[in-house]
């Protein structure tokens, strides 16, 4: 049996930058929900950086419909300590 303990580390983040794109692009929040077919609700939760979770085919259809990379969505930021 290994006894090796494990201690959580703070990694850093990774942010979502939905809002810069989008107003980048000139397009509404309501706009882009039409456009990847996906409810408001869930729209302004990545708008916001509120998501916990990320789907791949949710970022896949921003960065088609945004005409963008993943890297311009979502951004890692390593913690400074």
Not at 5 to 12: A, N, S
Not at 60 to 80: A, G, H, P, T
Request: charged share 30%; hydrophobic share 35%.
């Amino acid at each position: 049996m290994n006894d090796t303990i494990y201690v959580l580390k703070d990694y850093g983040k990774i942010d979502i930058n939905l809002k810069k794109m989008i107003e980048k692009r000139g397009i509404s929040r309501s706009k882009l929900s039409t456009m990847v077919a996906m409810n408001y609700d869930l729209i302004n939760r990545y708008y916001n950086n509120k998501v916990t979770r990320v789907d791949l085919d949710v970022i896949s259809r921003f960065c088609y419909v945004l005409k963008c990379e993943v890297n311009d969505i979502l951004k890692y930021e390593e913690n400074k300590n």
